[in-house]
C-alpha cells in the first residue's frame, strides 16, 4: 500500500476546496440579481420600468449579501429602526411593487408570517423579478390600466402606476441606501467589487 504524504493530503483538501468554492459561486450565480439581466431590447414605458426594478434588485441582492446577526441588529440610535426592521419594510414595499404589476389589491392590515431572514431576502429578490418580468411581457400601452390597489375591508383606494415611481419604488431604492450605510457602519461594507453603474460585480 503506498504511503500518504502530507503533500498528498494537502493536495486533495485544496481541490476539494476549490471545487466548494466554485459550486457556491455557480450556486450564487444563479440566485435572483446576482448581476443584472439584459437590458430590454427596445424602449417604452413597461420595460422602462422593468429596468429600474432590476437596478434595485440588484442593488438590494448586495446590499444584503452576507449581512452578520450584527447587521441585522444594527441601528443608528435616536430611535431609527433597526436593520431588520428596515428589511422587513423592503420586503412589503417589494410585495407592493409586485402586486402593482398585476392589479392585486394590497390587503390592509397585513398578517405576515414569520419568517426567517434567508427566507425573507429570498422572497424580496423574487418579488423584484417576478415584477421585473410582468413588466417585460406587458404591452407598453398596458401602463395607464395598471394600479396599485390597497384594500381595508370594504374601503379600496386605486393609485396610477405614476405613483409606484415617485412611491414604492423610490422608497425601496432609498431604503437599500440606508442598508448599506448601516453595515458599512457596523464595520460589514458592501463587496468593493460592485458596480451598481454596469451591473455586475467583479469576482
Not at 483538501?13 to 443584472?36: G, N, P, V, W
Not at 444584503?64 to 412589503?92: I, M, Q, W, Y
Not at 426567517?116 to 407598453?140: C, H, I, P, V, Y
Request: net charge negative; glycine share 6%; with cysteine.
Amino acid at each position: 500500500m503506498k504511503k500518504i504524504t502530507n503533500f498528498t493530503i494537502v493536495f486533495v483538501l485544496s481541490c476539494f476546496c476549490l471545487h466548494a468554492q466554485t459550486d457556491s459561486l455557480e450556486m450564487k450565480e444563479t440566485r435572483a440579481y446576482f448581476q443584472i439581466p439584459e437590458a430590454p431590447e427596445t424602449y417604452n414605458g413597461t420595460n422602462v420600468v422593468a429596468r429600474m426594478i432590476d437596478g434595485l434588485g440588484y442593488r438590494y441582492y448586495w446590499a444584503t449579501e452576507d449581512l452578520r446577526e450584527a447587521d441585522l441588529e444594527f441601528t443608528p440610535g435616536n430611535n431609527g429602526r433597526k436593520a431588520s426592521e428596515v428589511l422587513d419594510h423592503l420586503h412589503g414595499l417589494s410585495t407592493t411593487i409586485l402586486n402593482a404589476t398585476l392589479n392585486k389589491p394590497n390587503i390592509r392590515p397585513t398578517d405576515q408570517p414569520k419568517r426567517s431572514w434567508d427566507q425573507l431576502r429570498k422572497e424580496t429578490l423574487d418579488n423584484f423579478m417576478a415584477a421585473s418580468q410582468n413588466m417585460r411581457l406587458a404591452d407598453g400601452e398596458d401602463l395607464q390600466h395598471l394600479n396599485i390597489v390597497f384594500q381595508r375591508g370594504e374601503r379600496t383606494s386605486e393609485f396610477p402606476m405614476w405613483n409606484l415611481l415617485n412611491g414604492p419604488l423610490a422608497d425601496a431604492i432609498s431604503h437599500v441606501g440606508q442598508i448599506v450605510s448601516y453595515r458599512r457602519s457596523a464595520g460589514n461594507p458592501v463587496d468593493p467589487g460592485v458596480n451598481v453603474f454596469m451591473g455586475v460585480t467583479k469576482q
